[in-house]
């Protein structure tokens, strides 16, 4: 009878543990759309939160010392990420996108352009507009042989800029 119940509160934890705070399956809170010949594994989530830290560009990171780093540098609202990675990191990163003061993603739309994955984060007017909160998506990504592109895009304002090109590793 012991025996039955400390297996059972172990495969209670072990279960647990299978999708930490910072999973996919608990961070897509944004759509993501793909379009005419993107591919449906290039972006896997899309989430939003509050730095405490303005970034000035993305930041691309590869493994779990990256993450946390990132974390403790923006602290704010990812400060409890640190301990629990978004990512394994083997099959995928993560690229933290700054969106500017007040702003939030409305969707997420992959689209491929002559072998480029081009990723485009839609802005809107988020509700932090009022108290000016620097505003960042977290995006994880599939790892994939091709040049990735980082677009942000604000339809409203009509304003649309490259955030960042990375090459495949």
């Known amino acids: 009878m012991r025996v039955a119940l400390l297996m059972s509160i172990a495969l209670w934890g072990a279960c647990a ?30 989430s939003h939160h509050v730095a405490a830290v303005m970034l000035q560009q993305p930041v691309r990171v590869d493994d779990v010392a990256e993450w946390r780093v990132m974390c403790e540098t923006c602290a704010g609202g990812l400060a409890r990420a640190a301990e629990a990675p978004i990512a394994s990191f083997d099959d995928d990163y ?15 739309v992959v689209s491929s352009e002559e072998g480029v994955d081009v990723v485009t984060v839609d802005v809107e007017d ?32 009509g304003t649309e800029r490259t955030a960042a090109i990375y090459s495949p590793e």
């Open 126 to 157: 988020g509700a932090a507009q009022a108290t000016k909160e620097f505003g960042v998506a977290i995006l994880l990504l599939g790892r994939r042989p091709n040049q990735l592109a980082v677009v942000v895009r604000d339809q409203e304002r």
């Open 17 to 46: 543990r299978s999708f930490p705070v910072w999973s996919p399956e608990r961070l897509s809170s944004t759509p993501i759309r793909v379009v005419g010949d993107g591919e449906s594994g290039v972006a896997l989530s899309c």
């Open 94 to 108: 993560v690229v933290v996108v700054p969106l500017g003061a007040g702003l939030s993603p409305r969707q997420v």
